[in-house]
């Protein structure tokens, strides 16, 4: 009984060219995507890593007494490098 309604429908696109051509592009475009994706996540990710870990090494090494708060971690988790870069400035500024 399931044989004889899936057969039919498996028949309507089991010759198209059309069908074939257009599973094949959007299964190439889903791979795209996901590495595209996967590459700019771990680059963000490793962006945040070493704007972390420089955090706490210049305040460990120069004692700036830079405040871990929400807000320094968000900054430098989202932006990394140039994040603990503004921070400091701002450190030494006295703005911070």
Known sequence: MLA?????LLSIFAGS????????VA?????????ALGRFLLGLLV??????????LIN???GLAIPITLA????????GLPAVFVIVILKLGGML
Do not use: D, M, R, Y
Not at 4 to 8: D, K, T
Not at 47 to 56: D, M, P
Not at 72 to 79: C, G, K, Q
């Open 72 to 79: 320094t971690i968000a900054a430098t988790a989202i932006f």
């Open 17 to 24: 060219v059309v069908s074939e051509t257009l599973i094949i």
């Open 27 to 35: 299964i190439i475009a889903v791979i795209f995507i996901v590495f």
């Open 60 to 62: 460990a090494i120069f």
């Open 4 to 8: 004889s309604i899936a057969l039919p």
């Open 47 to 56: 962006n945040s890593i070493l704007g972390l870990i420089a955090l706490f």
